[in-house]
């Protein structure tokens, strides 16, 4: 009797049977260490951990996980959710579409990173292991074991490049370093998703809200977290549970499915992101939260000009200064030697004029420069205003910004009699001044966002492209370069102005200190800078998403602000090295990156 087997996409066999695991198990017993690992796991977050409250979190209770055990119990609950579905259960395939063993691996090893992260962390506070619980032992040993098993599955190895005899040893080890590299990533790779079923328009839209509603609770939890512990679980959880959902083809899928209902994503987006202020019992994350968009909001500004035009703008955060300053000289302050108050729109247009007016004028003479001399420039304008309005005190120059001490007392908005310095109550809940700002500043989001998009998509769009690909082919085919670039300069601008138009009255006080070029508080220009490049330059959610970690990674992490900087420069080193088109690259750019990477059937304008 012979028995027929069915190669699937989640173990790749090659010809040559070159297909083992990084670790020398049989398949059979790798796969069901893995599942057992996982399946432990979630009993062991059942258990207590440690004997005492003292460590945060309350690890003690049995039958009911806290704190990190919940991130341990989520993640050992989706290692065997993807073990399972590797056996090709049938009820569990719509999970891996693109193969099941790269989510086994991730999974696992985000777990076990979580898990002993933990364990660890009990014995450094508590003084040693002895203050270990048995559910702190079970979920070392289960998570190593489920790692273990995890990749123990096979995977195709590359071959090695040819050595040549001549070498010395330093090249020789370089040579072994780089194909150890090289198999790691390969044990990693997954398979290419296969065509979608087709589903009805509502299903669709179903999981779009669905996928929303997730993001909504990630994105809530995170900005929760009560202690340093708990974020940096959830960090390390969320980021290598997200890269196991990406490689099981899950991510691709939704995004085929975004990509077909553009405009109900963006509408279920920012209704998602208005439900936050309603998630809170308090003003405390609120806060975080309106900051984030501010910040958020002039990066996807920034964009415009980094992203799409490819000008490099070192002095940005001087137009959102600019944006600041003129609604503070015209808020009724009684600090503003204007002494005038105008009402919001009437002063958000000023704003967003007047930064667009300086875009021009910095622009105009500046912009016939490229690459690092434009660089330059826009980073004297920046250190230029800064010290403009330091010294426009009344004694070093005219009386008009009252210089270091700034623009104080700025009132609240009052906009068709609606207070945003009082607490309302909207539907049975209380939204107080930070949860209100929130929501006028997530409707400027959403006018950047479609001005993004909209600008993109247009004429003038394909030629910012065309230019940031390569000027000099462009203007060979009859555009205007100056033109399309000063356009593009003021554009960010005024996006950036009428940010900061909400800035000011946010913060209360406007000053010269805010708009520097680097600093330990965002937003400034290298903050900005980094938030497009991290996140990814020329699309939408790339900046949303890096400015937002690189605002809550500090605000969480306070016991770093004394290496703030150093871990921001060693961070921005790891993700040029390992990913240099940022965390949601564009397809194109993804590709110039990573050549290897297979190209799709379509480009859009922007090279999404």
Known sequence: ???????????????????????????????ALATAGGALTIVSTFLAWTWTSEFPGDLTVYGYPGGLQVLVLIGGALTTLFALASYGIKGL????????????????????ATAWYTVLAISVNLGGVVNLEPGGYI????????????????FTRPEPDPIDPDDTGWEQFKHSGRHSWSVFKASIASGTPGKAPQLPAYAEILIIVVAL?????????????????LFIGFLITVGFLFAAVTKAGLVARVSGITAKHRNVTMIGAFVAAAAFPFTQSDDRY?????????????????????GLAGL??????????????????????????????????ASALLGAAVAMVFGVLIGAPTLRLRGDYLAIVTLGFGEIFRITVLNMDGTSGPDVTNGSNGIASIPNLNILGFDFGQTHDIAGFSIARFANYFLLMLLITLIVVVVFRRSSDS???????????????????????????????????????????????VTYTVTPEQYQFAGPVPPNSAFLLAAVVLGGMGTIAGPLVGASLLYLIPAKLQFMANYQLFAFGVALILLMRFRPEGLIPNRRRQLEFHEEAEAPTVLGKAGA
Request: glycine share 12%; aromatic share 10%; proline share 4%.
């Open 1 to 31: 009797m012979t028995t027929q087997t069915t190669e699937t996409p989640s173990a790749p066999v090659s010809k040559d049977g070159n297909a083992t695991g990084l670790i020398g198990l049989p398949e059979n017993i790798g796969r």
């Open 93 to 112: 395939r719509w999970l891996t579409p693109a193969g099941a063993d790269s989510a086994v691996k991730l999974a696992a090893l985000g777990t076990f």
């Open 139 to 154: 979920v070392a040993i289960a998570t190593l074991a489920a790692v273990i098993g995890a990749f123990s599955l096979p």
């Open 213 to 229: 509603g997730l993001g909504l609770t990630v994105f809530t939890y995170g900005i929760g977290t009560e202690y340093d512990e």
């Open 286 to 306: 609120a806060t975080l939260g309106v900051y984030i968009l501010i910040f958020a909001t002039v990066a996807l500004g920034l964009n415009i000009v980094v």
């Open 312 to 345: 490099l703008d070192l002095g940005y955060v001087a137009f959102l200064g600019v944006g600041a300053y003129t609604a503070a000289l015209v808020s009724g302050s009684p600090t503003s030697p204007l002494g005038v108050q105008w009402p919001f729109w």
């Open 459 to 505: 004429r003038i769009g394909r030629a910012w492209i065309a230019i940031r690909e390569d000027e000099t082919a462009a203007l060979a085919m009859g555009i205007n370069g100056f033109r399309v670039k000063l356009i593009a300069f003021a554009l960010g601008a005024t996006l950036a102005g009428l940010a900061g138009t909400v800035q000011a009255h």
